[in-house]
């Protein structure tokens, strides 16, 4: 660790140090008035170190007693012990440095000894009371950090085994009516029926390339709703009308794959398509949004729908951006908006 990282790393616990070396430097200069300026800037120096070192022990000292006393197991004898080794460390520590200066050299002003009649024990137990409350409120505030991170993975993933569960739920449904219409074509216009196969054949390219990633371009998915819009229109001529309207600037923004086909796949399932009542389906993009909207002619009743779609979308797209999904129903339409990445 580089010194840089080491002090940003403990900028607050260097903090409390200093504040504890300056009370400390605040009574020698109440207690020794006449004592020189860089007597005082030495002892600040040898009380800032001793007090860093004191830290620095508790640090070693709690990583120690984790894997024979664990906090979890009882905190009220964990702290009481982790005090009490503390205290006795540090206070002896500065009994043992302040001694080492005194043997070193007499200071005229005031004996470097009689420093530790100035650092009292109470103070010293305050000090290391203080340091453990720290080092105890840092160490379950990166216990609480780290569970909900964990916590957001789990509901991450959890919502994108919803979102791939219905993806796959939707592409067999999709299938099967895109089969049942090859079926029909083949007999009536073979031309036709190769090009809706050809496709068929990139739409399922399209789902197969993207599958594993999170997200991809505007311009990519709009490009593959094409080929989809294509089946649509083979498969149900005039009574479904779809059109799309987005700007260059919108093209390079990002979306999560397949995420256009399910929103015209879930209007065509809950919808009647008919000559006369089509289905209008425009794609927009307005500040940051791709909207969809379709006019509303709602079946009576709707086949292979478990109503958790949109919310399995919704639930993806909160770990995905700051910005949710928007869903806007009146009665002659239904418009839904997704964020742009």
Not at 185 to 210: C, G, H, M, P
Request: proline content about 3%; cysteine-free; aromatic content about 14%.
């Amino acid at each position: 660790m580089s010194m840089t990282d080491y002090f940003k790393d403990r900028k607050y616990i260097l903090l409390v140090v200093l504040l504890f070396s300056i009370i400390s430097v605040s009574q020698r200069l109440y207690f020794y008035p006449n004592m020189s300026a860089p007597l005082h800037v030495f002892f600040f120096g040898i009380l800032f170190f001793t007090f860093l070192i004191g830290w620095e022990f508790i640090v070693l000292l709690g990583s120690i007693l984790e894997k024979y006393f664990p906090v979890e197991n009882n905190i009220n004898k964990r702290f009481i012990l982790q005090v009490v080794i503390s205290f006795l460390f540090l206070f002896h520590f500065q009994f043992i440095i302040f001694y080492f200066l005194e043997s070193l050299f007499t200071i005229n002003e005031v004996s470097a000894y009689d420093e530790i009649d100035i650092i009292t024990p109470a103070f010293s137990l305050f000090r290391v009371l203080v340091f453990n409350l720290i080092y105890f409120g840092g160490f379950y505030f990166k216990e609480w950090k780290r569970n909900l991170i964990r916590s957001e993975r789990l509901q991450r993933e959890q919502a994108e085994v919803r979102y791939n569960a219905l993806r796959n739920q939707l592409n067999p449904h999709f299938l099967f009516n895109a089969l049942t219409s090859l079926n029909s074509l083949i007999f009536e216009n073979q031309e036709l029926a190769s090009d809706f196969l050809k496709q068929l054949s990139k739409v399922y390219r399209y789902t197969l390339q993207n599958r594993e990633s999170e997200v991809v371009s505007l311009k990519k998915e709009i490009e593959f709703i094409e080929h989809y819009i294509s089946l649509l229109k083979t498969r149900f001529g005039n009574a479904i009308n779809i059109s799309s309207n987005i700007g260059q600037a919108e093209l390079d923004k990002r979306i999560v794959p397949v995420t256009t086909q399910m929103l015209i796949e879930n209007a065509v399932k809950h919808n009647i398509i008919s000559k006369a009542k089509p289905l209008n389906i425009s794609i927009t993009a307005i500040d940051e949004f791709l909207i969809v909207t379709n006019n509303i002619n709602r079946k009576s009743q709707i086949e292979t729908s478990n109503r958790l779609g949109l919310e399995n979308l919704k639930g993806l797209y909160q770990y995905l951006s700051p910005t949710p999904i928007e869903i806007n129903e009146t009665e002659s339409h239904f418009t839904i908006k997704i964020p742009l990445i």
